[in-house]
């Protein structure tokens, strides 16, 4: 009972992989189709459908040969030499169709499929000779569908030595051309399966690859787009409010105004342009002097201390992105009266802080890695260049924001393709 329910479960194995070649070939001759239509060598971007255990079937017509002599009545004790070429093609098409999955191919069942096919061989051979020979040839091709690596070579000689010797013992005539194609078959089938598999591991390896390409620029443009934006409309709507106050008592302060929102509005369109395209070009200095506009308009006194050396303008980039989430952060949720900016560069890092004296309560400010784009996704990037990025309230009151960054990074690179790109 136990055997027949392990004929039918790889006779269900055989099916499903029969199914998955019939889809996969479908879908190959459907790429072709289409590809043949946009102009394009159809087999450029596709290696075609899978192999299987079929691709190895049309060998066992080597043993034609033994086949004929038993039904011709040739060949002696014939209910044995039946029983025997069953077993041996059973087993040749359980070893196969179990070759080509790295799981199943390394199974232990398959390494003593294997070894009783070579059994198997072995009698047949010496009990026989002749045409029955032919089976060491389909044994050293399932050998190398089944072992591939550093081995295969030793295995394929040691099979092809086996081979002639028994072939020798029976037929000393074939036994140099039972050897040749012995080894020849288990290195051809090996090299042939080991190069198919390579080609689509790497196709997947490609495919994978350009995935997570694309998925990190949709991480860039979502997080340049949160952060322009935010900040943006965060100036417009306070400069706007700025002019709606002044608009009944001076007139030319509230035009002041409304200028510096044409500006702000055409600097965002150019901005947005530049993160479109991924081009966009950072400054810390021209975040300073946005953020004092910004806190000015927002009635928040701007006070802003730099000291140190010149920084690198990757370093640039990326403080010039957690001023502009910082200041946005003050003018929507502190209701602050004062901010300091802060901009300290040693010798091995340079630290940003930005603080302000607002009442604001902490449920109410953005915190790093808790929702949103802003201060989680600045967070990231300051990570992914050897920094470090924290936000909370302040001991004297209000919410302080602190940046660090070292000075020289080699992960600066991998920060900054998911950054603004400075000039």
């Known amino acids: 009972m136990t055997a027949w329910r392990r004929v039918r479960s790889q006779a269900q194995v055989w099916q499903a992989e029969r199914l998955e070649w019939k889809a996969e070939h479908e879908r190959f001759k459907a790429a072709r189709r289409a590809a043949g239509k946009r102009g394009e060598h159809p087999d450029v971007d596709h290696p075609g459908p899978p192999p299987t255990g079929f691709a190895l079937l049309p060998w066992l017509l080597m043993g034609m040969g033994a086949f004929s002599n038993l039904l011709q009545g040739k060949t002696p004790n014939p ?173 030319d302060a509230a035009l002041s105004q409304i200028t510096d929102i044409e500006s702000v509005g055409r600097q965002a369109l150019t901005e947005i342009r530049e993160a479109v395209t991924g081009y966009r070009e950072g400054s810390l200095a021209t975040e300073l002097t946005r953020a004092r506009s910004a806190l000015s308009a927002a009635s928040v006194e701007p006070v802003v201390r730099q000291s140190g050396t010149p920084l690198e303008p990757q370093t640039e980039a990326l403080l010039g992105w957690v001023v502009r989430e910082a200041v946005t952060n003050v003018v929507r949720h502190s209701d602050a009266s004062r901010c300091e900016i802060t901009v300290d560069s040693g010798t091995e890092q340079v630290r940003l802080t930005v603080t302000d004296n607002g009442s604001g309560t902490p449920a109410s400010r953005p915190q790093p890695g808790i929702g949103g784009t802003g201060l989680k996704g600045l967070t990231e990037r300051l990570a992914a260049a050897g920094g470090s990025l924290t936000a909370g309230p302040s001991p004297r009151g209000g919410f302080t924001v602190t940046a660090e960054l070292p000075l020289q990074s080699a992960e600066f690179a991998d920060a900054v393709a998911t950054a603004p790109r400075a000039s």
């Not at 096919?117 to 051979?125: D, Q």
């Not at 009990?127 to 029955?132: E, K, N, Q, R, S």
């Not at 790497?202 to 979502?222: C, M, N, P, Q, T």
């Open 79 to 251: 209910l044995i030499g039946g029983l025997g070429l069953l077993a041996f093609n059973s087993l040749y098409v359980y070893v196969t169709f179990r070759a080509f999955h790295r799981e199943t191919r390394e199974a232990v069942s398959t390494r003593v499929a294997l070894g009783l096919m070579g059994l198997v061989t072995t009698g047949l051979a010496l009990g026989y000779g002749g045409t029955w020979l032919f089976f060491f040839p389909l044994l050293g091709l399932a050998t190398g569908a089944v072992l591939r690596g550093p081995w295969l070579g030793r295995t394929g000689l040691l099979l092809a030595a086996y081979a002639g010797a028994i072939s020798g013992v029976r037929d000393g005539a074939d036994a140099v051309n039972i050897a040749y194609g012995t080894f020849l078959s288990s290195m051809v089938t090996a090299a042939i399966l080991g190069l198919s598999e390579a080609v689509r591991e790497l196709r997947a390896a490609r495919e994978e690859l350009a995935r997570r390409a694309v998925e990190k620029e949709r991480l860039r443009f979502s997080r340049d787009l949160h952060d322009l934006l935010g900040h943006t409309l965060s100036v417009i709507v306070v400069k706007s409010e700025a002019a709606r106050r002044l608009a009944g008592r001076d007139m």
